[in-house]
């Protein structure tokens, strides 16, 4: 087995290749993006300047009281919350996150092996149109000269006669 094929049969080669692929379409997106959202980041910026200053102010005073109410009832969730659940949720979370990120691993590698197929496709054009290619040079460049001592030697005789 070569190493190219080595790397052809590998899920991480192709979950590199697809992620790059990925990143490279959403950077071509971000151009777009910024001019589309930079004028209205400016608009809304301007336009709600003062409502904000004015709500802030407004606020203010309600949100320390909330936080002093809400600080009494923290306390009494506490106590409710039993220690024991705890590893049973921080598992029950770890399993699930290992499962998207696999689910996510096999999608990049999908979208990798579409890559590297497309990409081995044109290497494999380009190299059967370069041997066809330096063919017909060679053999124009053959012509050529071959024409040029059939002229020659045509002088010749003539000079000769």
Same mark, same amino acid.
């Given at each position: ?11 991480? %080669?192709?979950? %590199? ?28 910026? !301007? ?19 909330? %936080? ?12 409710? %919350? ?44 380009? &190299? ?21 001592? &059939?002229?020659?030697?045509? !002088? ?6």
């Amino acid at each position: 087995m070569t190493l190219a094929s080595n790397f052809r049969e590998s899920k991480a %080669v192709y979950a %590199v290749a697809g992620a790059g692929d990925f990143a490279v379409e959403k950077i071509r997106e971000v151009p777009e993006h910024v001019t589309k959202y930079q004028g209205r980041a400016r608009e809304t910026a !301007t336009k709600y300047q003062g409502e904000v200053r004015e709500t802030v102010d407004r606020y203010r005073d309600q949100v320390r009281g909330t %936080v002093e109410r809400y600080r009494g009832e923290v306390s009494r969730y506490q106590e409710r %919350v039993d220690a024991k659940d705890l590893p049973g949720a921080a598992v029950a979370y770890a399993t699930h996150f290992g499962t998207r990120a696999a689910e996510f691993i096999d999608e990049l590698a999908e979208r990798g092996k579409k890559v590297v197929n497309r990409e081995a496709v044109e290497v494999a054009e380009l &190299t059967e149109a370069k041997p066809a290619a330096g063919a017909k040079a060679r053999t124009s460049q053959a012509r050529k000269p071959a024409q040029g001592r &059939t002229q020659a030697r045509s !002088t010749t005789k003539k000079n000769g006669a």
